[in-house]
């Protein structure tokens, strides 16, 4: 379901579940939309739940490892997903190379919790705020969190990976991608939706 909620309402509700967006420079990009989260928009795909839980409200790709609902999940899943699906390697750092697309891996105690991808032209990081609206950050660290369990944060980025444009080309993705821009920017014209 989407909801087009005022930047001012998004922004009241995000603080709160994300205090360290308070400080940072970061606006919305796409309108709340229940049908997809932030593994999927890492992925490009804006139409399904990505999640390696065993259960039909989740989708992961088959032939990967599944878990049962509610237990941690490695980042090393989610690794190993974006290396043979999607062409990414390891990499050491979040900063902007010309040419590549890299995503960003978060985990707290308990596992994996978020992912982040990088805009093209390394404008910043676009996350997808679990079944929240998606927004533009300037760094990694302005969705981190507390890293405890039970705080419900995102805890920290551990892992980084990079593909080329190249390859984003060639695994449709750059497509993908491409359209939801299209798309939220659609939005912005059709439907009478306040982002200030």
Not at 79 to 86: A, D, S
Request: aromatic share 16%; glycine share 6%.
């Amino acid at each position: 379901m989407i909801t087009f909620r005022s930047a001012a309402e998004a922004r009241d509700q995000l603080h709160q579940e994300l205090p360290t967006l308070r400080t940072k420079q970061w606006r919305v990009k796409s309108p709340l939309d229940t049908e997809y989260q932030c593994i999927a928009w890492a992925a490009c795909r804006t139409d399904r739940v990505w999640w390696p839980w065993d259960h039909p409200r989740f989708y992961w790709p088959p032939g990967f490892r599944k878990f049962p609902v509610y237990s941690p999940v490695p980042v090393s899943d989610f690794v190993e997903v974006f290396e043979k699906l999607f062409g990414y390697q390891k990499c050491d750092n979040a900063n902007f190379e010309f040419g590549y697309q890299k995503v960003a891996i978060y985990e707290n105690m308990r596992g994996a919790t978020h992912m982040a991808r990088q805009d093209l032209l390394g404008r910043g990081w676009l996350s997808k705020l679990g079944q929240e609206e998606d927004i533009i950050h300037l760094n990694v660290e302005d969705v981190e969190g507390d890293v405890a369990a039970t705080a419900g944060q995102y805890g920290v980025a551990v892992q980084y990976m990079k593909r080329s444009w190249w390859t984003a080309l060639i695994k449709l993705c750059l497509f993908r991608c491409l359209w939801a821009t299209l798309k939220f920017r659609i939005y912005r014209v059709v439907v009478r939706w306040d982002l200030t």
